[in-house]
């Protein structure tokens, strides 16, 4: 157990709708990330927050945006889907420099029908 | 920006033999090297990192890992597989400045066969 929640588990939802991804990080890290994993793209950094403020961004589509919030957990929301968005969404977190390591969660994993 | 290469997609491996699994990465500026394993259903976990010092990477369930800068290398290797080891293995790096995403290899299938 790497101490990162992901909520939910699963989701099946239809092209055009919006959802929603949780992610608590391990207590007292303030670096929180989410990445993407298909079959076609392999694992894909879309965004990184740190301490509420986003830190650095990558290949996150402009459907999709993310926050975190004052007790630090996350939010990754999904908008006007599309079946390609179909993936492994995982949240990573982190202490404070590039050097620690970056924990990850279960992962949600999002079907889009 | 970074890029990291891993060449060989499924590697099959009889139990109790060792295994290598190869990573090479590119880079314009000096790097941190990772490696992560995904067991079935499972998100990432470190299996081992190099931030500086000895070449010589020793990680969790008996696996190590040696940095050549040379060869832009960081090899993955175990003595000895069991079938538990049965997993998708990724390579990454970050940059030791700028942007701290970990870019990923495309990952590695190791399957023991009994």
């Known amino acids: 157990d790497s101490g990162v929640t992901q909520t939910p588990k699963h989701l099946i939802t239809a092209t055009g709708q919006r959802v929603t991804l949780r992610c608590s990080p391990r207590?007292?890290?303030?670096?929180v990330y989410w990445y993407q994993q298909s079959l076609d793209q392999g694992l894909q950094f879309l965004i990184q927050y740190y301490n509420g403020e986003e830190r650095a961004k990558g290949n996150i589509l402009e459907r999709f945006s993310a926050q975190q919030f004052p007790d630090l957990h996350s939010e990754l929301n999904l908008s006007s889907l599309e079946l390609g968005d179909s993936a492994l969404y995982f949240c990573?977190?982190?202490?404070?420099?590039?050097?620690?390591?970056?924990?990850f969660g279960p992962g949600t994993r999002l079907t889009v029908l | 920006a970074q890029s990291v290469t891993q060449l060989d997609s499924q590697v099959p491996v009889f139990e109790e033999a060792p295994v290598e699994l190869r990573c090479n990465y590119s880079s314009s500026v000096s790097v941190y090297l990772f490696w992560y394993v995904q067991y079935p259903n499972q998100g990432l976990q470190l299996l081992l990192k190099y931030l500086s010092g000895s070449t010589l990477v020793k990680g969790i369930n008996g696996f190590e890992a040696e940095f050549n800068k040379s060869q832009t290398s960081f090899h993955l290797r175990k003595p000895s597989v069991h079938i538990s080891d049965t997993a998708e293995y990724f390579c990454?790096?970050?940059?030791?400045?700028?942007?701290?995403?970990?870019?990923f290899g495309t990952g590695t299938r190791l399957t023991i066969i009994p």
């Open positions: 990454a790096v970050i940059s030791i400045f700028g942007n701290e995403k970990l870019t």
């Open positions: 207590s007292g890290d303030l670096s």
């Open positions: 990573a977190s982190s202490s404070k420099s590039r050097t620690d390591t970056q924990y």
